[in-house]
Protein backbone atom coordinates (compact mmCIF):
# COMPACT_ATOMS: atom_id res chain seq x y z
CA UNK A 1 0.00 0.00 0.00
CA UNK A 2 3.09 2.27 0.49
CA UNK A 3 6.33 2.52 -1.55
CA UNK A 4 9.63 2.54 0.34
CA UNK A 5 10.10 6.12 -0.30
CA UNK A 6 6.98 7.16 1.18
CA UNK A 7 8.18 5.09 4.66
CA UNK A 8 10.94 6.45 4.79
CA UNK A 9 8.94 9.97 4.22
CA UNK A 10 6.44 8.91 7.49
CA UNK A 11 9.37 7.84 9.49
CA UNK A 12 10.16 11.61 8.96
CA UNK A 13 7.22 13.17 10.67
CA UNK A 14 6.73 13.63 14.66
CA UNK A 15 4.18 10.74 14.72
CA UNK A 16 5.38 8.09 12.53
CA UNK A 17 2.23 6.04 13.96
CA UNK A 18 -0.17 9.08 13.36
CA UNK A 19 0.99 9.67 10.15
CA UNK A 20 1.07 6.27 8.98
CA UNK A 21 -2.89 5.50 10.03
CA UNK A 22 -3.93 8.89 8.68
CA UNK A 23 -2.68 8.10 5.11
CA UNK A 24 -3.52 4.99 5.35
CA UNK A 25 -7.37 5.81 5.25
CA UNK A 26 -6.52 7.80 2.14
CA UNK A 27 -4.95 5.12 -0.17
CA UNK A 28 -8.29 4.05 -1.22
CA UNK A 29 -11.23 2.98 -0.47
CA UNK A 30 -10.55 -0.26 0.58
CA UNK A 31 -6.73 -0.01 2.01
CA UNK A 32 -7.60 0.38 5.91
CA UNK A 33 -10.04 -2.31 5.94
CA UNK A 34 -7.09 -4.38 4.26
CA UNK A 35 -4.75 -3.14 7.14
CA UNK A 36 -7.24 -3.84 9.74
CA UNK A 37 -8.26 -7.33 8.03
CA UNK A 38 -4.34 -8.17 8.50
CA UNK A 39 -3.64 -6.87 11.47
CA UNK A 40 -6.40 -9.38 12.81
CA UNK A 41 -4.93 -12.37 10.47
CA UNK A 42 -1.66 -12.32 13.07
CA UNK A 43 -3.36 -12.19 16.12
CA UNK A 44 -2.88 -8.37 16.81
CA UNK A 45 -6.48 -7.42 18.21
CA UNK A 46 -5.49 -5.01 20.62
CA UNK A 47 -4.24 -2.49 18.00
CA UNK A 48 -7.56 -3.07 16.01
CA UNK A 49 -9.80 -2.13 19.59
CA UNK A 50 -7.17 0.92 19.34
CA UNK A 51 -7.69 1.92 15.93
CA UNK A 52 -10.97 0.77 14.78
CA UNK A 53 -13.04 0.32 18.41
CA UNK A 54 -16.46 -0.18 16.76
CA UNK A 55 -15.15 -3.25 15.01
CA UNK A 56 -16.30 -6.52 16.17
CA UNK A 57 -12.86 -9.12 15.51
CA UNK A 58 -14.76 -12.00 15.71
CA UNK A 59 -16.73 -11.46 12.25
CA UNK A 60 -14.94 -9.15 10.27
CA UNK A 61 -13.42 -9.07 7.27
CA UNK A 62 -11.66 -5.95 6.11
CA UNK A 63 -13.71 -4.19 3.89
CA UNK A 64 -16.54 -4.63 6.02
CA UNK A 65 -15.45 -2.06 8.54
CA UNK A 66 -15.23 0.30 5.36
CA UNK A 67 -19.13 0.30 5.29
CA UNK A 68 -20.23 2.73 7.45
CA UNK A 69 -16.60 5.33 8.29
CA UNK A 70 -14.72 5.47 5.18
CA UNK A 71 -18.63 6.52 3.37
CA UNK A 72 -17.87 10.11 4.45
CA UNK A 73 -14.56 10.55 2.56
CA UNK A 74 -14.38 11.16 -1.09
CA UNK A 75 -13.04 8.68 -3.10
CA UNK A 76 -10.02 10.03 -4.50
CA UNK A 77 -8.46 8.65 -7.85
CA UNK A 78 -5.71 7.06 -6.78
CA UNK A 79 -3.99 3.54 -7.64
CA UNK A 80 -2.80 1.20 -5.28
CA UNK A 81 0.52 -0.44 -5.59
CA UNK A 82 0.02 -3.13 -7.92
CA UNK A 83 2.38 -5.77 -9.03
CA UNK A 84 4.65 -5.86 -12.27
CA UNK A 85 3.67 -2.52 -14.20
CA UNK A 86 3.89 -1.69 -17.75
CA UNK A 87 4.52 1.79 -19.38
CA UNK A 88 3.90 2.71 -22.77
CA UNK A 89 6.38 5.17 -23.99
CA UNK A 90 5.48 6.24 -27.75
CA UNK A 91 5.95 3.53 -30.16
CA UNK A 92 6.35 0.29 -27.51
CA UNK A 93 5.17 -1.02 -24.50
CA UNK A 94 8.10 -1.85 -21.64
CA UNK A 95 7.81 -3.40 -18.22
CA UNK A 96 10.04 -1.65 -16.16
CA UNK A 97 8.88 -1.65 -12.65
CA UNK A 98 7.83 -4.23 -9.85
CA UNK A 99 5.19 -2.68 -6.82
CA UNK A 100 4.47 -4.38 -4.05
CA UNK A 101 0.38 -5.93 -4.31
CA UNK A 102 -1.35 -6.07 -0.78
CA UNK A 103 -3.34 -8.74 -0.30
CA UNK A 104 -6.80 -8.84 -1.09
CA UNK A 105 -9.74 -8.95 1.23
CA UNK A 106 -11.68 -11.90 1.96
CA UNK A 107 -14.87 -12.22 0.50
CA UNK A 108 -17.76 -10.94 1.91
CA UNK A 109 -21.18 -10.03 1.05
CA UNK A 110 -20.70 -6.50 1.95
CA UNK A 111 -17.52 -6.75 0.43
CA UNK A 112 -16.50 -3.25 -1.65
CA UNK A 113 -14.25 -5.81 -3.60
CA UNK A 114 -17.83 -6.91 -5.05
CA UNK A 115 -17.77 -5.96 -9.24
CA UNK A 116 -20.10 -3.00 -9.67
CA UNK A 117 -22.29 -4.47 -12.62
CA UNK A 118 -25.37 -2.07 -12.09
CA UNK A 119 -24.05 0.36 -15.46
CA UNK A 120 -25.27 -2.13 -17.91
CA UNK A 121 -22.10 -2.07 -20.28
CA UNK A 122 -22.68 -4.62 -23.07
CA UNK A 123 -18.88 -5.00 -23.21
CA UNK A 124 -15.18 -3.91 -22.17
CA UNK A 125 -15.29 -1.36 -24.95
CA UNK A 126 -18.09 0.49 -25.41
CA UNK A 127 -19.06 3.20 -27.98
CA UNK A 128 -21.92 5.35 -28.22
CA UNK A 129 -22.57 9.03 -29.77
CA UNK A 130 -24.89 9.83 -27.43
CA UNK A 131 -24.95 7.85 -24.25
CA UNK A 132 -26.87 10.36 -21.96
CA UNK A 133 -29.79 9.92 -24.07
CA UNK A 134 -29.02 6.24 -25.24
CA UNK A 135 -27.76 4.56 -22.89
CA UNK A 136 -29.79 5.49 -19.43
CA UNK A 137 -28.03 2.31 -17.48
CA UNK A 138 -24.78 4.11 -17.25
CA UNK A 139 -26.48 6.75 -14.67
CA UNK A 140 -27.72 3.49 -12.55
CA UNK A 141 -26.93 5.54 -8.77
CA UNK A 142 -24.29 4.05 -6.39
CA UNK A 143 -23.54 4.78 -2.95
CA UNK A 144 -22.18 8.05 -2.12
CA UNK A 145 -21.88 11.39 -0.38
CA UNK A 146 -23.09 14.53 -1.27
CA UNK A 147 -19.87 17.12 -1.72
CA UNK A 148 -20.10 20.34 0.09
CA UNK A 149 -20.10 23.78 -1.06
CA UNK A 150 -18.91 27.01 0.96
CA UNK A 151 -21.65 28.90 1.83
CA UNK A 152 -22.13 31.68 -0.81
CA UNK A 153 -21.52 29.37 -3.66
CA UNK A 154 -24.10 28.54 -6.01
CA UNK A 155 -25.78 24.98 -4.75
CA UNK A 156 -25.06 22.37 -7.41
CA UNK A 157 -28.96 20.61 -8.75
CA UNK A 158 -28.45 16.97 -8.90
CA UNK A 159 -31.30 14.39 -10.11
CA UNK A 160 -31.88 11.13 -8.37
CA UNK A 161 -29.02 9.42 -9.85
CA UNK A 162 -26.53 11.60 -9.50
CA UNK A 163 -26.03 13.30 -12.86
CA UNK A 164 -25.96 17.67 -13.34
CA UNK A 165 -29.44 18.91 -13.93
CA UNK A 166 -28.34 22.17 -16.46
CA UNK A 167 -29.80 23.59 -19.46
CA UNK A 168 -27.29 25.38 -21.50
CA UNK A 169 -27.92 29.49 -21.68
CA UNK A 170 -27.63 30.24 -25.20
CA UNK A 171 -25.29 33.01 -26.57
CA UNK A 172 -26.90 36.27 -28.42
CA UNK A 173 -26.10 36.19 -32.41
CA UNK A 174 -25.13 39.89 -31.58
CA UNK A 175 -22.12 38.44 -29.27
CA UNK A 176 -21.50 36.01 -32.20
CA UNK A 177 -21.44 39.04 -35.06
CA UNK A 178 -18.94 40.70 -32.58
CA UNK A 179 -16.89 38.29 -31.85
CA UNK A 180 -16.45 35.93 -34.87
CA UNK A 181 -15.23 38.98 -36.88
CA UNK A 182 -12.33 39.63 -34.59
CA UNK A 183 -8.71 38.50 -35.61
CA UNK A 184 -8.48 37.94 -31.73
CA UNK A 185 -10.44 35.04 -32.12
CA UNK A 186 -11.04 31.37 -33.67
CA UNK A 187 -13.61 31.62 -36.63
CA UNK A 188 -16.57 29.13 -35.82
CA UNK A 189 -19.30 28.09 -38.36
CA UNK A 190 -22.81 28.21 -37.26
CA UNK A 191 -24.26 25.97 -39.78
CA UNK A 192 -22.15 23.33 -38.68
CA UNK A 193 -22.07 21.28 -35.46
CA UNK A 194 -19.36 22.87 -33.56
CA UNK A 195 -16.63 19.94 -33.64
CA UNK A 196 -16.17 16.55 -32.01
CA UNK A 197 -15.64 15.39 -28.48
CA UNK A 198 -14.09 11.86 -27.64
CA UNK A 199 -14.48 10.45 -24.29
CA UNK A 200 -11.93 7.83 -23.09
CA UNK A 201 -13.28 6.72 -19.68
CA UNK A 202 -11.59 3.61 -17.29
CA UNK A 203 -14.20 2.55 -14.96
CA UNK A 204 -12.96 -1.13 -14.00
CA UNK A 205 -9.60 -2.70 -14.45
CA UNK A 206 -8.29 -6.08 -15.19
CA UNK A 207 -8.45 -8.96 -12.33
CA UNK A 208 -9.04 -5.78 -10.23
CA UNK A 209 -5.89 -4.39 -10.69
CA UNK A 210 -6.85 -0.80 -9.14
CA UNK A 211 -10.24 -0.02 -7.35
CA UNK A 212 -13.24 0.41 -9.90
CA UNK A 213 -13.93 4.08 -10.38
CA UNK A 214 -17.23 5.03 -8.93
CA UNK A 215 -19.06 8.17 -9.88
CA UNK A 216 -17.14 7.96 -13.25
CA UNK A 217 -20.35 6.96 -15.30
CA UNK A 218 -21.91 9.88 -13.92
CA UNK A 219 -18.93 12.04 -15.15
CA UNK A 220 -19.60 10.30 -18.63
CA UNK A 221 -23.45 11.57 -18.91
CA UNK A 222 -22.43 15.06 -17.54
CA UNK A 223 -19.64 14.96 -20.03
CA UNK A 224 -22.57 14.13 -22.97
CA UNK A 225 -25.42 15.94 -21.94
CA UNK A 226 -23.22 19.41 -22.21
CA UNK A 227 -21.56 18.33 -25.12
CA UNK A 228 -25.04 17.68 -26.91
CA UNK A 229 -26.10 20.61 -25.59
CA UNK A 230 -23.07 22.64 -27.15
CA UNK A 231 -23.52 21.03 -30.56
CA UNK A 232 -20.75 18.96 -30.74
CA UNK A 233 -20.42 15.16 -32.14
CA UNK A 234 -19.67 12.72 -28.93
CA UNK A 235 -18.22 9.31 -28.83
CA UNK A 236 -17.26 7.73 -25.62
CA UNK A 237 -14.90 4.56 -25.32
CA UNK A 238 -15.43 2.48 -22.19
CA UNK A 239 -13.02 0.47 -20.33
CA UNK A 240 -10.52 0.03 -23.02
CA UNK A 241 -7.19 -1.64 -22.83
CA UNK A 242 -3.70 0.33 -23.44
CA UNK A 243 -3.52 -1.14 -27.03
CA UNK A 244 -7.29 0.29 -27.43
CA UNK A 245 -6.56 3.44 -25.83
CA UNK A 246 -3.40 4.43 -28.20
CA UNK A 247 -5.62 3.49 -31.44
CA UNK A 248 -8.51 5.39 -30.77
CA UNK A 249 -6.28 8.76 -29.61
CA UNK A 250 -4.74 8.56 -33.18
CA UNK A 251 -7.81 7.75 -35.01
CA UNK A 252 -9.44 10.76 -33.28
CA UNK A 253 -6.64 13.13 -34.12
CA UNK A 254 -6.63 12.06 -37.49
CA UNK A 255 -9.82 11.88 -38.55
CA UNK A 256 -9.84 14.26 -42.03
CA UNK A 257 -13.87 15.59 -41.02
CA UNK A 258 -12.15 17.19 -38.23
CA UNK A 259 -11.50 20.20 -41.28
CA UNK A 260 -15.42 20.48 -41.41
CA UNK A 261 -15.37 21.68 -37.82
CA UNK A 262 -14.37 24.69 -35.41
CA UNK A 263 -12.76 22.42 -32.39
CA UNK A 264 -12.33 19.26 -31.19
CA UNK A 265 -12.00 18.18 -27.55
CA UNK A 266 -10.78 14.82 -25.60
CA UNK A 267 -11.07 13.76 -22.33
CA UNK A 268 -8.98 11.37 -20.41
CA UNK A 269 -10.43 9.97 -17.38
CA UNK A 270 -8.75 7.12 -15.21
CA UNK A 271 -6.20 6.22 -12.23
CA UNK A 272 -3.01 8.45 -12.24
CA UNK A 273 0.47 7.36 -12.29
CA UNK A 274 4.01 8.77 -11.74
CA UNK A 275 6.16 7.17 -14.08
CA UNK A 276 9.17 8.94 -12.63
CA UNK A 277 11.46 11.73 -14.18
CA UNK A 278 8.71 14.35 -14.31
CA UNK A 279 6.57 12.15 -16.25
CA UNK A 280 2.93 11.40 -15.24
CA UNK A 281 1.01 8.68 -17.06
CA UNK A 282 -2.87 7.77 -17.20
CA UNK A 283 -3.53 3.71 -16.43
CA UNK A 284 -5.80 1.80 -19.07
CA UNK A 285 -8.08 -1.03 -18.39
CA UNK A 286 -5.33 -4.06 -18.33
CA UNK A 287 -2.81 -2.22 -15.88
CA UNK A 288 -0.18 -0.46 -18.48
CA UNK A 289 0.73 3.26 -17.72
CA UNK A 290 0.52 5.65 -20.85
CA UNK A 291 2.57 8.56 -20.46
CA UNK A 292 0.18 12.04 -20.30
CA UNK A 293 2.52 14.09 -22.89
CA UNK A 294 3.03 10.71 -25.82
CA UNK A 295 -1.30 11.24 -25.38
CA UNK A 296 -0.67 15.32 -26.19
CA UNK A 297 1.83 14.33 -29.03
CA UNK A 298 -0.34 12.57 -31.25
CA UNK A 299 -2.07 16.33 -31.55
CA UNK A 300 0.52 17.70 -33.02
CA UNK A 301 0.38 19.42 -36.65
CA UNK A 302 2.74 16.48 -37.75
CA UNK A 303 0.72 13.62 -36.63
CA UNK A 304 -3.07 15.93 -36.70
CA UNK A 305 -2.79 17.90 -40.15
CA UNK A 306 -6.75 18.04 -40.33
CA UNK A 307 -6.62 20.15 -36.83
CA UNK A 308 -3.57 22.58 -37.79
CA UNK A 309 -4.99 25.85 -36.94
CA UNK A 310 -8.32 25.09 -35.15
CA UNK A 311 -8.26 24.33 -31.30
CA UNK A 312 -7.65 21.21 -29.37
CA UNK A 313 -8.82 21.17 -25.81
CA UNK A 314 -7.93 18.07 -23.78
CA UNK A 315 -8.80 17.31 -20.25
CA UNK A 316 -7.08 14.91 -17.65
CA UNK A 317 -9.63 13.90 -15.34
CA UNK A 318 -6.31 11.34 -12.65
CA UNK A 319 -4.73 11.99 -9.27
CA UNK A 320 -1.31 12.99 -10.08
CA UNK A 321 -0.34 11.80 -6.75
CA UNK A 322 -1.50 10.49 -3.43
CA UNK A 323 -1.82 13.64 -1.06
CA UNK A 324 -5.00 14.68 -0.23
CA UNK A 325 -5.24 18.39 -0.29
CA UNK A 326 -6.60 20.07 3.37
CA UNK A 327 -5.54 23.33 3.15
CA UNK A 328 -3.29 25.64 5.13
CA UNK A 329 -4.21 28.38 7.92
CA UNK A 330 -2.56 31.54 5.73
CA UNK A 331 -3.15 32.32 1.98
CA UNK A 332 0.69 31.20 1.52
CA UNK A 333 1.42 31.16 -2.22
CA UNK A 334 1.47 27.81 -3.67
CA UNK A 335 3.30 26.73 -7.19
CA UNK A 336 4.09 23.11 -7.51
CA UNK A 337 7.66 22.17 -9.44
CA UNK A 338 7.23 21.77 -12.96
CA UNK A 339 3.74 22.98 -13.35
CA UNK A 340 4.78 25.71 -16.01
CA UNK A 341 7.34 24.09 -17.90
CA UNK A 342 8.04 25.13 -21.44
CA UNK A 343 6.01 23.29 -24.09
CA UNK A 344 7.96 19.88 -25.57
CA UNK A 345 9.63 20.63 -28.68
CA UNK A 346 9.28 18.25 -31.83
CA UNK A 347 11.33 17.41 -34.77
CA UNK A 348 8.73 17.43 -37.18
CA UNK A 349 10.14 16.86 -40.60
CA UNK A 350 8.13 17.82 -44.12
CA UNK A 351 8.94 19.14 -47.65
CA UNK A 352 6.74 21.93 -46.83
CA UNK A 353 8.03 25.60 -48.39
CA UNK A 354 9.07 27.46 -45.50
CA UNK A 355 5.91 30.02 -45.72
CA UNK A 356 4.09 27.20 -44.73
CA UNK A 357 5.43 25.41 -42.24
CA UNK A 358 3.25 25.44 -39.09
CA UNK A 359 4.53 25.23 -35.28
CA UNK A 360 5.45 21.35 -34.12
CA UNK A 361 2.87 22.17 -30.98
CA UNK A 362 -0.22 25.04 -32.06
CA UNK A 363 -3.83 25.93 -30.64
CA UNK A 364 -3.83 23.51 -27.52
CA UNK A 365 -4.90 24.21 -24.11
CA UNK A 366 -4.45 21.43 -21.39
CA UNK A 367 -6.36 21.43 -18.33
CA UNK A 368 -6.06 19.03 -15.88
CA UNK A 369 -7.61 18.25 -12.20
CA UNK A 370 -5.46 18.59 -10.10
CA UNK A 371 -1.78 19.83 -9.57
CA UNK A 372 1.78 17.30 -9.35
CA UNK A 373 1.39 15.25 -6.15
CA UNK A 374 -2.13 15.72 -5.53
CA UNK A 375 -5.22 13.65 -5.40
CA UNK A 376 -8.03 14.09 -7.74
CA UNK A 377 -11.21 13.89 -5.86
CA UNK A 378 -14.79 11.53 -7.05
CA UNK A 379 -18.02 11.33 -5.34
CA UNK A 380 -19.27 8.02 -5.87
CA UNK A 381 -22.78 8.99 -6.69
CA UNK A 382 -21.93 12.68 -7.85
CA UNK A 383 -18.90 12.17 -10.20
CA UNK A 384 -15.97 13.99 -9.91
CA UNK A 385 -15.32 17.45 -8.86
CA UNK A 386 -13.70 18.39 -11.81
CA UNK A 387 -16.56 17.49 -14.43
CA UNK A 388 -19.12 18.60 -12.18
CA UNK A 389 -17.71 22.33 -11.71
CA UNK A 390 -16.85 22.09 -15.77
CA UNK A 391 -20.50 21.29 -17.05
CA UNK A 392 -21.77 23.55 -14.41
CA UNK A 393 -19.42 26.50 -15.43
CA UNK A 394 -20.04 26.11 -19.02
CA UNK A 395 -23.43 25.68 -18.80
CA UNK A 396 -23.91 28.74 -17.13
CA UNK A 397 -21.18 30.88 -18.61
CA UNK A 398 -20.41 29.78 -22.29
CA UNK A 399 -23.04 32.06 -23.26
CA UNK A 400 -20.30 34.96 -23.39
CA UNK A 401 -17.35 33.29 -21.65
CA UNK A 402 -14.52 31.71 -24.06
CA UNK A 403 -13.03 28.62 -23.40
CA UNK A 404 -9.83 29.52 -21.43
CA UNK A 405 -11.52 32.00 -19.43
CA UNK A 406 -14.25 28.69 -18.32
CA UNK A 407 -11.79 26.78 -17.21
CA UNK A 408 -10.37 29.69 -15.20
CA UNK A 409 -14.33 29.69 -13.43
CA UNK A 410 -14.30 25.71 -13.34
CA UNK A 411 -11.21 26.29 -10.85
CA UNK A 412 -12.89 28.95 -8.97
CA UNK A 413 -16.13 26.52 -8.38
CA UNK A 414 -13.98 23.80 -7.73
CA UNK A 415 -12.45 25.60 -4.78
CA UNK A 416 -15.53 26.08 -3.78
CA UNK A 417 -15.89 22.50 -2.71
CA UNK A 418 -15.05 20.60 0.44
CA UNK A 419 -15.01 17.20 1.02
CA UNK A 420 -15.82 16.06 4.44
CA UNK A 421 -12.77 16.12 5.85
CA UNK A 422 -11.89 19.75 4.15
CA UNK A 423 -10.55 18.07 1.44
CA UNK A 424 -9.85 20.21 -1.57
CA UNK A 425 -7.88 20.57 -5.17
CA UNK A 426 -6.55 22.64 -7.25
CA UNK A 427 -6.87 22.10 -11.09
CA UNK A 428 -4.17 23.42 -13.42
CA UNK A 429 -4.28 24.90 -17.14
CA UNK A 430 -1.51 24.57 -19.76
CA UNK A 431 -1.76 26.49 -23.29
CA UNK A 432 0.42 25.53 -25.64
CA UNK A 433 0.35 28.21 -28.60
CA UNK A 434 -3.69 28.98 -27.85
CA UNK A 435 -3.01 32.74 -28.69
CA UNK A 436 -7.13 33.22 -29.64
CA UNK A 437 -10.00 33.01 -27.29
CA UNK A 438 -12.58 30.10 -28.43
CA UNK A 439 -15.92 30.86 -28.09
CA UNK A 440 -18.24 27.77 -28.05
CA UNK A 441 -21.56 30.06 -29.41
CA UNK A 442 -24.10 27.47 -28.00
CA UNK A 443 -27.71 27.71 -28.72
CA UNK A 444 -26.91 29.17 -32.28
Request: glycine share 6%.
Amino acid sequence: MFSQEMMDDIMEEDSPTLDYCMKLMLRGPKAFGRFIDALIETGQNDIVRLLAPNIDVRSFSGSNALGVSMRNVPVQELIPSTSTITHYTGDSFAETEKLYHPPRPRNSSNSLDTPMTSYGLASSMHTSTSPYVNQPALCQPVLGVEPRYSEQDEHLQHEDNGVLIFQVKPASHDFYSKKNKSMKCYPVTLSKKRGRVLIININSFDNNLYDARAGSETDVCNLDKLFQQLNFIVTLKQDVNAEQFIMEIESFAQREDHKEYSSCFVFLMSHGADLGNGHWGIVAKDGIKIDVEEIIAKFSNQKAKSLIEKPKIIVINACRGDTSDRGVAHPIPYVPEGAYKKPRLYKDGNNESADELHRAVDDMTIFKSTVPGFASHREEKYGSWLVMALCHVFAQKACDKDVYTLFKLTDEKIKSIKGSENQRQTAEIISRGMNKELFLYPGL
